[in-house]
């Protein structure tokens, strides 16, 4: 396996109440640090060593606490930006959104300034937006969401500039017609994307598409059925650990998929959609009246925290090791 992007110590779990807690594993256990009230329409995120940022978007505030000091630095977000996903790179602060087009803005911590992140001319149609934002390496990864075609880009960071530029960007295979790409993921060997789609008299489906890291030349699907009228049973959360996919499904359970490369087909230029298995090659555990909402991988470690809600939706945290 490929080295990935070396981690903190630090993590953050949902809570009950709208809270978030900041954490760290320790001595076999996971000890809260800091407890953090959210507001109801929110995004969060931590680069697990200096940060904590929290997006009220209902208000259009930017918080930024630093985890070894209580002085918050807040702001409002630049104007018209619709933010859809957050994440924090040593003295920055990425947001992924819409102005319209596609848009990733950067708060930069130490001078106090704002950056719209460099855009092809292929993501400036109406419409477009990123959806979600990971690390690779040296790169900063945005999504593209909505209007065919997708695209996935790289930003290079660790740059000279304050402001990462532009490296390169890569068409995505779809999975159906009319999808919408709502999470990404990736570890040192893979690259995962999960969407939704409408197939017209097939109904609504959900995906996770996994391709190889980092060059994306090979890819599948699991695809799952939800019925015509998107029954909730479908995919809250997926995460990578080795090379088992973890798979948390609505009314399922935890799920867990062993990746080998027999899964993986070539994508030639010419190919639009990916190969797609059905959802049965992935074996359930079933956690009865309760829902798995959230995977955490615990930095530095094979573990994984699953958030579980029960039917009076009350949170409550499980440590597992695949």
Do not use: C
């Not at 070894?68 to 930006?81: F, G, K, M, Q, W």
């Not at 855009?119 to 990864?141: E, G, T, Y």
């Not at 159906?176 to 999960?194: F, P």
């Amino acid at each position: 396996m490929k080295d990935e992007v070396k981690a903190g110590d630090y993590f953050l779990l949902p809570g009950n109440s709208n809270t978030l807690s900041l954490n760290r594993f320790e001595a076999d256990q996971v000890r809260e640090y800091r407890v953090f009230d959210l507001p109801e329409k929110v995004l969060w995120a931590t680069d697990q060593k200096q940060w904590v940022a929290i997006i009220d978007i209902a208000k259009r505030m930017l918080s930024i606490y630093p985890i070894n000091d209580s002085n918050a630095i807040t702001l409002p977000l630049p104007s018209r930006l619709e933010p859809k996903s957050i994440l924090v790179y040593q003295n920055s602060v990425f947001i992924g959104g819409t102005l319209g087009i596609a848009v990733v803005a950067q708060y930069h911590i130490d001078t106090n300034r704002w950056y719209a992140l460099e855009m092809p001319r292929q993501l400036l149609s109406h419409r477009k937006a990123i959806d979600d934002l990971v690390i690779q390496d040296q790169f900063l990864i945005a999504v593209d969401n909505l209007v065919y075609p997708k695209y996935i880009l790289y930003y290079t960071l660790n740059s000279s500039d304050e402001r990462p530029p532009l490296s390169h960007f890569r068409k995505l295979l779809t999975n159906g017609t009319y999808e919408s790409i709502v999470q990404a993921r990736i570890s040192g060997d893979y690259l995962g994307l999960r969407s939704r789609t409408v197939g017209g008299t097939r109904g609504h489906y959900q995906h996770i598409a996994v391709y190889q890291n980092p060059d994306m030349t090979q890819s599948f699907a699991i695809s799952l059925r939800t019925g015509l009228a998107g029954k909730a049973d479908g995919y809250n959360d997926f995460l990578f650990i080795g090379d088992q996919l973890l798979i948390a499904r609505e009314n399922e359970g935890l799920g867990v998929f062993r990746i080998n490369t027999g899964h993986f087909h070539p994508n030639p230029e010419k190919k639009l959609y990916n190969t797609q298995y059905d959802d049965s090659v992935v074996s359930y555990k079933a956690y009865r009246n309760e829902s798995i909402v959230k995977l955490t991988p615990v930095p530095g470690t094979l573990k994984t925290i699953l958030t579980i809600k029960n039917e009076r939706q009350t949170i409550r945290h499980e440590l597992v090791e695949i």
